[in-house]
């Protein structure tokens, strides 16, 4: 993090989280009153490995304007550290306590309710989500089942956790089911369907959510986007309030509605999953639509 931003503190006793804000900003409102910005990254700042134009002049003008940002991101797949590396290969500077992926807001969420010491996680997930919650204290358990396998079933987890996982098996799936009919409480980090990559859209965690719910009966209870858990997570880390405050992002159902039930203003640029044609299917709107992020760093300018 530069010296020219507010110092915040990423850590798992976070608990003061700001309350919900009814926002009564007209889509029409003048592009200003901008003290921090919560940056979603997938379909805004890149489709999979390939930056999106105007990526490194984007992230010069917020330096330049000394304008605070959480980059928070759905996907749980990656690490703070890995999400680093991943911009620096696009030539772009960020520290790890400007990252809140929804691993790490999933992590932070169940520190609060449960006491890491002693409860037990089945994680379908990468180091995303994995690191984050053993670095909160919780312990995770092993693959209930596997047809390969005659060794004794682990210990029964409390809570079965499902990211994003490319390494994704039959064994997990089963794990994951198995636990959650014994009475394990059903988490996920985020609900997205699809995934924006340079090829297309991927299966997205809600693809595989949608799997567990059919086996189990039990729908997962979500803490990413839309949901307001993690934007006001990204306040707290930020120190803003919510009317200082803007969201950007691709996505409507994610993005523009976890903004609006949060209460802060919305950014949707048209890079990713949503379209201009698509609001004619929702009732809620985002306060700016604008094309890319190069539009967006105009509008910083200006």
């Keep these: 993090m530069t010296s020219r931003q507010a110092p915040f503190k990423y850590n798992c006793n976070m608990r003061n989280f700001h309350q919900p804000y009814q926002a009564s900003q007209s889509p029409m409102e003048s592009f200003r009153n901008i003290n921090a910005m919560i940056i979603d990254m997938d379909g805004v700042l890149w489709h999979g490995e390939q930056p999106l134009p105007g990526l490194a002049t984007f992230f010069q003008v917020l330096r330049e304007r000394r304008l605070p940002f959480i980059l928070a991101t759905n996907n749980a797949r990656l690490t703070p550290d890995q999400y680093v590396a991943k911009l620096a290969r696009m030539d772009v500077v960020v520290d790890v306590k400007e990252?809140?992926?929804?691993?790490?807001?999933?992590?932070?969420?169940?520190?609060?309710?449960?006491?890491?010491?002693?409860?037990?996680?089945?994680?379908?997930?990468?180091?995303g989500i994995r690191q984050p919650l053993l670095d909160c204290g919780f312990t995770l358990t092993d693959l209930y089942h596997s047809q390969d396998s005659d060794a004794a079933l682990p210990a029964r987890a409390d809570i079965v956790v499902s990211g994003l996982d490319t390494r994704l098996t039959w064994d997990k799936l089963a794990s994951a089911a198995f636990n959650i009919q014994a009475g394990a409480r059903f988490v996920a980090t985020n609900g997205d369907t699809t995934l924006p990559t340079e090829h297309g859209l991927a299966p997205g965690n809600g693809a595989v959510l949608a799997a567990l719910q059919a086996a189990t009966g039990v729908a997962p209870s979500i803490i990413g986007k839309p949901e307001a858990i993690m934007y006001r997570q990204a306040m707290t880390l930020l120190g803003v309030a919510p009317e200082q405050t803007v969201a950007v992002g691709d996505?409507?159902?994610?993005?523009?509605?976890?903004?609006?039930?949060?209460?802060?203003?919305?950014?949707m640029v048209l890079t990713g999953v949503s379209n201009v044609d698509d609001l004619e299917k929702v009732e809620y709107r985002p306060t700016w639509i604008m094309p890319d992020i190069r539009a967006v760093t105009e509008a910083l300018q200006r």
């Excluded at 990252?99 to 180091?127: K, R, W």
């Excluded at 996505?251 to 950014?267: F, K, M, N, P, Q």
């Design 99 to 127: 990252i809140l992926t929804s691993g790490m807001a999933t992590a932070l969420y169940l520190a609060g309710q449960y006491d890491p010491g002693s409860t037990c996680i089945f994680v379908i997930g990468e180091n």
């Design 251 to 267: 996505r409507l159902d994610t993005d523009i509605l976890g903004a609006v039930r949060t209460g802060i203003r919305s950014l």
